[in-house]
């Protein structure tokens, strides 16, 4: 089982920068995908960004070249470094942990605000 907790969120101004932080815990934490995602009230939510056991990262278009994804196995973490960020970043942003063949586990979220 993993746990997840996510920090870093908050109000900026547009233009200014964010980092978020994804705790995780567990035995086998170093094997699973992870990725951030947001979601605003009424609306799904959608995948932000992706990293892979090896590093690989994928990100969205409406954030291309904006934000940053990372991991850092030995600490247990995972991080989102966001710049340039706009209004309509603005949203709860939850971390996730990919395992069978899902998106299986989640953090409680942080909230980010732009204005």
């Known amino acids: 089982h993993v746990q997840l907790v996510e920090s870093g969120g908050g109000s900026v101004q547009a233009g200014g920068s964010l980092r978020l932080s994804c705790r995780f815990s567990?035995?086998?934490?170093?094997?699973?995908?992870m990725g951030w995602f947001r979601q605003v009230p009424g609306k799904e939510r959608e995948a932000v960004a992706g990293?892979?056991?090896?590093?690989?990262?994928s990100y969205t278009d409406a954030v291309m070249d904006r934000f940053t994804i990372s991991r850092d196995n030995v600490k247990n973490m995972m991080y989102l470094e966001m710049n340039s960020l706009k209004p309509e970043d603005t949203a709860r942003y939850y971390c996730?942990?990919?395992?069978?063949?899902?998106?299986?586990?989640w953090g409680q979220g942080t909230q980010v605000t732009v204005s």
């Open positions: 996730a942990a990919y395992d069978d063949a899902r998106w299986a586990y």
């Open positions: 567990s035995s086998t934490n170093d094997e699973h995908c």
């Open positions: 990293i892979d056991s090896d590093g690989r990262t």
